[in-house]
């Protein structure tokens, strides 16, 4: 139960400040990357509703997936937000479970103040089968290098850098098939245009398995096994125990013996 009186502060500075970077020349190369990649990830999944995690609704990745309704999570509320738009923080989703055909995750685990949790309720909220797209800064890149050398409270490196295969291992507990992780983008991470050009090129290189790009795209299905009920078995009848005709004859036949010595033991007395 939370402690009401010390009430439990969305970690909305970070996100914002995200939103904010995604406005920015690198931040505005690395959203066409994505968005372009993740087009190509989702464009088999079909069904009904579809919840995208992340940023924000002013920077959407999968306004291009087949499924019929679509709406953003956004942990912080403000004016005139548009009808397709839930407030609600992403480890503690207002949704109800196993409503939601795919899910995404856009940097939600990198701010969130708890990745697990935030993990734990996507997979709540998702059917049977449903697939979950995750996206995450690498740490093992030029931009995990930027990090560890930056100084500064700036996003995206006052934001957690999560490896992908890490998110794997997490997703293997809560009963997820990972089909794929790929990294991509090799944009040097400064917010100059020469610098920022000048390794693109890799991307057409080097595999996307080879984990250097900037960002990983993981692709999971959920799986749920239901447990297999043992019919009921209808009631048996009960079998009759008994003796046999010629049994039952002999029976009577000794009790008959027994009376007429009893009565002539009484006579000779």
């Known amino acids: 139960m939370r402690n009401l009186t010390k009430p439990i502060i969305p970690n909305i500075s ?21 968005r372009e990649l993740i087009a190509t990830a989702i464009q088999g999944f079909f069904g009904v509703i579809q919840a995208e995690i992340g940023v924000s609704h002013r920077v959407p990745v999968a306004n291009s997936s087949n499924i019929t309704h679509k709406f953003f999570v ?22 109800e479970t196993g409503s939601v055909d795919l899910v995404i995750l856009h940097h939600a685990l ?35 290098i930027r990090k560890l050398f930056n100084r500064g409270k700036q996003a995206p490196w006052n934001n957690r850098f999560i490896s992908g295969n890490r998110i794997s291992d997490w997703l293997n507990l809560l009963h997820f098939q990972v089909s794929d992780i790929e ?43 239901s447990r297999i009920q043992n019919r009921q078995r209808w009631n048996q009848p009960v079998k009759a125990v008994g003796l046999s005709l010629s049994s039952s004859r002999n029976v009577y036949n000794i009790s008959q013996k027994s009376k007429i010595k009893n009565k002539l033991g009484e006579q000779k007395n």
Do not use: C, M
């Open 14 to 34: 970070k996100q914002k400040d995200l939103e904010s970077w995604f406005q920015s020349a690198l931040g505005r190369s690395l959203l066409a990357s994505q």
């Open 74 to 95: 956004i942990p912080d509320w403000s004016v005139d937000l548009p009808s397709n738009v839930l407030v609600s923080e992403s480890d503690e989703l207002s949704l």
């Open 110 to 144: 990198d701010f969130t103040k708890d990745p697990h949790q935030t993990l734990r309720e996507a997979s709540r909220v998702l059917k049977s089968t449903g697939h979950l797209v995750i996206v995450g800064f690498n740490p093992t890149s030029f931009w995990g």
């Open 183 to 225: 990294h991509h983008y090799y944009g040097l991470p400064f917010n100059k245009l020469g610098l920022l050009k000048q390794f693109l090129w890799l991307d057409n290189i080097l595999n996307p398995k080879v984990p250097l790009g900037a960002y990983y795209i993981l692709s999971a299905q959920k799986q749920t096994f």
